[in-house]
């Protein structure tokens, strides 16, 4: 998680992406972000987030994005 957030901070230094749950829903992530942070999760955890994962449940907080991982890498 502290790697996810460590992208994420990169990104957007203002936010706080530990209390954050609107990511997406409030405009602080956009579509280039959302390119960003799927490559960078690529290179970091080694796993692909297929198109169907792309979703605002998946991005609006650091906790979603962190539930998609480990459901990624467990192969799901």
């Given at each position: ?10 990104l957007?230094?203002?936010v ?37 994962e792309?979703i ?16 990624l890498?467990d192969?799901?």
């Amino acid at each position: 998680m502290n790697e996810l957030l460590e992208i994420l901070t990169d990104l957007h230094p203002e936010v706080d992406f530990e209390t954050e749950e609107h990511l997406i829903d409030s405009a602080i992530l956009d579509s280039f972000d959302i390119i960003t942070i799927i490559s960078e999760i690529a290179d970091t955890f080694d796993v692909v987030v297929p198109a169907k994962e792309i979703i605002p449940e998946n991005f609006n907080s650091a906790q979603a994005l962190w539930a998609m991982i480990e459901r990624l890498e467990d192969g799901e």
